[in-house]
């Protein structure tokens, strides 16, 4: 019984280490709109090195962060998009999504 869970589990945090790292990826595609601006670029690029060096937990509610996590990327991603982006408020975006990356680091046995 326990083999077949630990099975599981192996999938469960694959899956969990493919969404960190795929994530890592499409905040580099952000940095198209953030060219001009080199605060907010290499507040990205921090993000997305905690992104790219996060290991996934197994724990249920990683799940739950993940989901806030896809949310808060497309609301940057929608916030960026537009032509007169707010500095700050990105920058407080960027701050809030790597605290959800904190939370998932926290959760590691």
């Given at each position: 019984m326990?083999?077949?869970?630990?099975?599981?589990d192996?999938k469960?945090?694959?899956?969990?280490?493919?969404?960190?790292?795929?994530?890592?990826?499409?905040?580099?595609g952000?940095m198209?709109?953030?060219?001009?601006?080199?605060?907010?670029?290499?507040?990205?690029?921090?993000?997305?090195?905690d992104?790219?060096y996060?290991?996934?937990?197994?724990?249920?509610?990683?799940k739950?962060?993940?989901?806030?996590?896809?949310?808060?990327y497309?609301?940057?991603?929608?916030?960026?998009?537009?032509?007169?982006?707010?500095?700050?408020?990105?920058?407080?975006?960027?701050?809030n999504?790597?605290?959800?990356?904190?939370?998932?680091?926290?959760?590691?046995?």
């Amino acid at each position: 019984m326990g083999w077949f869970n630990s099975k599981k589990d192996g999938k469960n945090t694959e899956r969990d280490n493919r969404f960190l790292k795929d994530y890592a990826i499409k905040l580099n595609g952000l940095m198209r709109y953030t060219e001009e601006n080199e605060k907010v670029t290499k507040a990205l690029e921090k993000l997305q090195n905690d992104f790219q060096y996060t290991v996934a937990t197994n724990v249920k509610d990683a799940k739950k962060l993940e989901k806030r996590i896809a949310n808060m990327y497309d609301e940057l991603k929608a916030t960026l998009q537009q032509p007169a982006w707010d500095e700050q408020a990105v920058l407080l975006s960027i701050r809030n999504m790597g605290m959800e990356i904190d939370e998932i680091n926290s959760m590691r046995k």
